[in-house]
């Protein structure tokens, strides 16, 4: 069993920055993917970045790329999301995922959750 705890969300303005992080409770090896997806009121919960551990490939949501940036530091198991940019509709609560093998974009494949962090993003 691996536990995700997300942290670093809350309230900025548009145009700020925010970065999210998710730390994983066992060491991360081999084929694992870690995801960052996001689910508004209302709307279904969809994929943001995500990121290969074994060789660093990273995975962008059109609507995000050029803003967001996903890393990954192996020594603490941690995934961070670096939000730049951020739009109203950046608002959300944002949820780190994490599955084996290859990246993939639909929510089912993934099969550890955080429990999120909301994200608010004032126009």
Known sequence: QVQLVESGGGLVQAGGSLRLSCAASRRTVGYIVMGWFRQA?????????????????TYYADSVKGRFTISRDNAKNTVYLQMNSLKSEDTAVYYCARKSGTNSYSSREYDYWGQGTQVTVSS
């Open 41 to 57: 009121p209302g709307k279904e919960r969809e994929f943001v970045a995500g990121i290969s551990w074994s060789d660093g490939s």
